[in-house]
């Protein structure tokens, strides 16, 4: 949703005759890509008080099945975003993207404010380290390259296709990158890709460690389950784990930790 044009300032008020009939559905808008956001789709689908609207980036081939109206791409922005609010009538945004989309978060936020849409956000709780775990918190991924020499030789970099770039100078170390679609260059010099979607199983995560003898890796905190067996499979090996932690919030933004939570905000639990 990256655009040169910025967003108006002020709330822009809409033209009263534009609002849709007090008895027709209410349209909420689901900027999704997640498995949070395919289940908060699926339920107010089924919902004949809603119209539901999903929008992905587009940035993975193959998206799982969403249930209700999918619009695919962009938005020119958050300016394009407010517009998009305003034309369809949208009466509430849901942010339900990766906890690192940092700048879809930010775009959708300011949008909504311009749009005078309400607008939350859904994410799923970060990881926390237990006992036993041998965690590195950093703040970036150039944080985490600048790290990696003093803690290993042969990294297993969980961090995305769109990361191998802040490590491809990093020629001394060996990697073994899995992501769902194949990484975009620049990457290291010695990179074995793996392509694999969660969830994953604890046996699975230190058998692939144990094979690829692997002493560090490398994840952002994304949370959930779907691919928390490897901080699991690191604690059992005693391997040392840099973190990368998530960008903040909007100033005055919250966060919705699950599906439950939305519908509640919505004030549509049963």
Request: proline share 10%; with cysteine; hydrophobic share 45%.
């Amino acid at each position: 949703m990256s655009s040169g044009r910025g967003p108006t300032s002020a709330a822009r008020p809409r033209d009263p005759t534009s609002y849709a009939h007090p008895m027709s559905p209410r349209h909420i808008l689901i900027l999704g890509g997640t498995t949070e956001a395919r289940e908060l789709a699926a339920v107010l689908a089924a919902r004949p008080d809603v119209r539901v609207t999903t929008s992905l980036a587009g940035r993975v081939s193959r998206p799982g099945a969403v249930e209700g109206d999918v619009r695919i791409g962009g938005f020119g922005g958050a300016e394009g975003l407010a517009d998009w609010l305003c034309a369809e009538h949208v009466d509430h945004l849901v942010d339900a993207t990766h906890p690192f989309a940092g700048s879809i978060t930010a775009n959708a936020v300011r949008a909504a404010r311009s749009a005078a849409v309400p607008a939350l956000v859904l994410r799923r709780p970060g990881w926390l380290p237990g006992p036993g775990d041998r965690w590195h918190d950093v703040a970036s991924l150039d944080e985490a390259a600048a790290l990696l020499p003093r803690l290993g030789r042969r990294v297993f970099l969980t961090t995305g296709r769109l990361g191998l770039a802040a490590f491809a100078h990093l020629s001394d170390l060996h990697f073994v990158a899995r992501s769902v679609e194949p990484p975009e260059p620049p990457m290291p010099p010695h990179t074995e890709v793996l392509l694999a979607r969660g969830p994953f199983t604890p046996s699975g995560e230190s058998a692939l460690l144990r094979e690829h003898r692997i002493d560090v890796l490398v994840t952002k905190d994304s949370g959930g389950t779907a691919t928390a067996a490897k901080l699991g499979a690191a604690r059992g090996l005693a391997l040392p784990v840099v973190v990368v932690r998530r960008p903040a919030l909007p100033e005055g933004v919250d966060a919705v930790p699950d599906v439950s939570g939305v519908l509640e905000r919505l004030g549509l639990t049963p």
